[in-house]
């Protein structure tokens, strides 16, 4: 089973986010921001993050950076609010991040995306 980091400073979007992975078979772990993130991620075992971008104590930028530097095929997603979400697409996916997806986010496709990037031959993306 696959576990996914959510990290997300709006209590109420983190458990819907949670809720909904649970129920398509995901196993999630929570954060409430990126330094919270990072202990999780050192823990091992997590196959792909969801972050959102802007959080307090370190954003989903330096998030992204600093897990891509630990674990570069590590499937990030991104999502955010943000007004020029083209800007920040191309920022992410600089970054090493798959994609950046804007809020509100749809629970079918985010399941979906899920899904799609963590397959891989052997059924596990996990990275240690």
Known sequence: MTT????EDDAF???IFQRVLERAGFHVLTAAHGKEALASFHGGGIGLVLTDLMMPELDGFELIRALKREAPTLPVIA???MNDMSNCRDRVVALGAELAMCKPVDPRELVRLVHQFTA????SASVQ
């Open 4 to 7: 996914v980091l959510v990290v």
């Open 13 to 15: 979007l983190r458990d």
């Open 79 to 81: 999502v955010s609010v």
């Open 120 to 123: 891989s031959p052997n059924g």
